[in-house]
């Protein structure tokens, strides 16, 4: 991974985490995905949970308290973290969102709408 790509993953990884605390804030811990995040660090966290065929728990979770934006496979597909995941990947991440019924295109648009991760 080269320079500009670690700087990326770091901030992939501090604002999985923030994603975490506030999921966390609204009753859902995610031990499997800390857990995850901890043994095989946020990128490839992220791109097993993408590429397993079956959808996690997580992301079932989510769709239930309506907070899909919160999901690896969401985020994945932002385009400032595009250069993280191959574009297999992000096609997968897609069509799992697609699946739950998620207008992609314009819940990308509302998230890209917000300041980046990061920023004030």
Known sequence: MDENNA?????????????????????YD?????????DHGPVETARR??????????????????????SV???VLLPWYEPLFAPEVRQLAEAKLRALG????????????KPEPGEP
Do not use: C, H
């Open 30 to 38: 995610a031990t499997y995905f800390r857990r995850m995040l901890g």
């Open 49 to 70: 949970l993408v590429t397993d065929p079956k959808p996690s728990y997580g992301l079932w979770k989510l769709q239930q308290m309506n907070r899909l934006d919160l």
């Open 7 to 27: 700087v990326l993953a770091k901030r992939f990884g501090a604002d999985m985490r923030r994603g975490i605390a506030e999921l966390s804030n609204q009753g």
């Open 73 to 75: 496979e969401m985020w």
């Open 102 to 113: 998620v207008d992609v295109a314009a819940e990308l648009a509302r998230l890209v709408r």
